[in-house]
C-alpha cells in the first residue's frame, strides 16, 4: 500500500481535499483472497479481491473503510492454508495501528 490514495472533505468546505496514507514500515501486507476457476467457455479466470475493515482513527476522516494491512508478524499465518480457524482467520482482520501510518497531501 505504500500510498494509497483516497480523497477526504474538508470540513464545512463541501470541496474534496485530496489526501492519502502510508506506512512507517518499509513492506505492508494487505490482506485479499484470490480464485482461479473456468467459465462456461473453458477459459480459465483468475479473480482477487482485497478485505477491508474499519478504519482506525487517522484513516477515519479520509474514508469509511481502509485495506486490512497485516503485520509482518501476521502475514505467515494469514498465507497458512492449513489455517481454517474461522476464529483465528478474523482475528487478522482488524485496522491497522494508526502509529504505524501517516497522512500526506497528494
Known sequence: MGRSGSTARA???GSQSPSGLST?????EVAGLYDSW?????DE??????ITTQPNALGAPIHNCLPVILLPEDVERWIDPDMTEPEMIVSLLRPYPA????T???
Not at 473456468?38 to 473453458?42: A, T
Open 11 to 13: 470540513a464545512g468546505s
Open 38 to 42: 473456468r467459465d462456461p467457455s473453458g
Open 99 to 102: 502509529d504505524l501510518l501517516q
Open 24 to 28: 512507517t514500515l518499509p513492506l505492508e
Open 45 to 50: 479466470m483468475t479473480m482477487c479481491t482485497i
Open 104 to 106: 500526506s497531501p497528494m
